[in-house]
């Protein structure tokens, strides 16, 4: 942003509102009244407020006295004097209460199910946490998890919690070349991985992975723990790689938990840096479980009988937080899924929902929007009343795949809770709370009670006018928050605080804020595109495209424009089969036209290009660094190793 620009635009008008039902607010756990006294707490006492929630929901060993250090800011510790045990927290204090209640249903790709009570997952949490102890693992040591997204990766988080062990996991998505540079950088001595999982009616081969990894590096790793999944040969390296089932069979199901610093790394989770090297975010023990734990309370609204399905995978941290340490914390049960969402069908997700009896799901635009793309007949197949409650994570939910979701899914009644956060974050800081507000379209809505965020312009004032748009920031320090990034201190305190002189942690996004203090996410600020010295967000556009009723996604980015300054280019996937020739070019020109109508001339798409899909992980995100590459005509240099479908990238370079 320079001076004469202060600012980001808004451009996109959405002016639905949806208020939650009398029948939810009347049995919801935080009603209007409740959430105003928790933000006048937060308010009027902001270091008190956290210290008596830590009191009052967590359990500890030693209790804290101290609530905040901030004297070495922005490395704020919280809770730094205190001792507790995450895996205490979510397993042990439930035995008494809950130990015959299920903690995990689970089904796999091929439809195979089963489950784990509390008591079960206590036992065999010690079990694989007394077997690491038997390999010399020990308070501080980082381990390795590269597994599916079955029950034993929640196991294998808990049992290096038990043990003060520090996990980092790694998707099962990443390549070798990925997996080794998080081993070499975390310092790790082990790996629990599979032979293999399924995923969508194809095996992906986990541990020849880790040994391609390992054998371009990785020297660190002395031991490999490889569970019996898949089915597949594996070649077992003798003396190195032991079966997870041999490791076990000899443990006892008691294993007396390592009580740990608050401040404790709980874990490392890497996520991708603009420099190219991954940054390990770095998160305590007693801030990141008190913030996961509150939050899966407050935006779901958790119920004894609920059961709990977030669709994300373990490998991110929407999966630490709302499949492991949130939920479970809490004494829910929680939904696990190993595949796809369209395997064997577009049915898949609404027939877990069915058989499961799922009352809370939780999944990614990129996911509602590949399968509103399928039509609204899949779901009408199933009996979905036993949902009561939506949720969206991972990135801004276009209005119109919002209204999809909330008429299809939700049967129109349904409340939906779109969260704004991110890995750093630890969980989810702008999301409305469902018992007591309403919501909007693409709206993530308010700040959480303690989480104070403002939008600032480049010089760290903040904007002014509904329309206005800049830099999110949080102002003040919140306990979930990261602590650093593993081994670079310095890049930690540069990449979120550098820019305002330390008085903000700077998200990356841009935001603008409504009339009722609603924020709207206009995507990373990196992917503002400066259109004739206009700053359009990029999220914006894409919604805008959305709303055509041929469109089911978009994704849009820059390219060079020797007038411009910048060219919006636009990837439209459609609804049904795509257009081609006349047909083609006439829906191309129908589109240009709606974004104009929409949100104003200056948005209209230079170039829009139709595809049969998006380049996305494997986790639903889109690699939008390619798509600019193949806007621009660059050579693809990126790794396209851990796409869905690497074949579409072939796709749109030969559309350029």
Known sequence: MSSADPGISSVLAET??????????????????????????????????????????????????????????????????????????????????????????????????????????????????????????????????????????????????RIGATHSVVFGGFSAASLKDRIEDAGAKWVITADGNMRGGNLIDLKKTVDEALAAGGKSIEKVIVLRHGGNAVSMAAGRDLWWHELLSAQSERCEPEWVEAEHPLFLLYTSGSTGKPKGIQHSTGGYLLWAHLTAQWIFDLKEDDVFWCTADVGWVTGHSYVCYGPLSNGATVMMYEGVPTYPDAGRFWKICQQHGVTIFYTAPTAIRALMKLG?????????????????????????????????????????????????????????????????????????????????????????????????????????????????????QKAYYGQFDNRYYVAGDGAHRDKDGYYWIMGRVDDVLNVSGHRLGTMEIESALVSHPRVAEAAVVGKPHEIKGEAICAFVICKGQRPEGADADALIK???????????????????????GLPKTRSGKIMRRLLRSIARGEEITQDVSTLENPAIVKQLISKT
């Open 376 to 492: 609204d007949d899949w779901p009408k197949q199933y009996d979905l009343s036993k949902l009561r409650l939506l949720g969206s994570v991972g990135e801004p939910i276009n209005p119109e795949a919002w209204m999809w979701y909330h008429r299809t899914i939700g049967q129109g009644k349904l409340p939906i809770v779109d969260t704004w956060w991110q890995t750093e974050t630890g969980a989810a800081m702008i999301a409305p709370i469902p018992g007591a507000m309403p919501t909007k379209p693409g709206s993530c809505t308010r700040p959480l009670p303690g989480i104070f965020a403002d939008i600032v312009d480049e010089s760290g004032t903040p904007v002014q006018g509904e329309e206005a748009g800049g830099y999110l920031v949080i102002t003040k320090p919140w306990p979930g928050m990261l602590r650093t990034i593993w081994g670079d201190n310095a890049r930690y």
């Open 16 to 161: 639905r509102v949806f208020s939650p039902s009398a029948e939810f607010v009347a049995n919801a756990r935080l009603n209007a009244e409740k959430l105003a006294a928790l933000h006048a707490a937060a308010a009027s006492d902001h270091i008190g407020f956290w210290g008596d929630l830590a009191k009052q929901e967590l359990a500890w060993q030693t209790p804290f006295r101290t609530v905040l250090d901030d004297s070495a800011a922005p490395n704020y510790r919280w809770f730094a004097d205190g001792r507790t045990n995450a895996s205490v927290n979510c397993l042990d204090r439930h035995l008494g209460a809950r130990g015959e209640k299920i903690a995990i249903r689970f089904e796999g790709d091929a439809g195979t199910t089963r489950t784990l009570t509390y008591k079960q997952l206590h036992a065999e949490v010690c079990k694989l946490a007394n077997g690491l102890k038997s390999l010399g693992v020990a308070k501080g040591d980082r381990v390795i998890v590269y597994l599916p997204h079955t029950p034993e990766a929640v196991i294998a988080l808990l049992a290096c919690a």
């Open 590 to 612: 129908e589109l240009r036209e709606h974004v104009a109508k929409e949100i104003g001339a200056i948005a209209k798409p230079d170039d829009i290009r139709l595809a049969d």
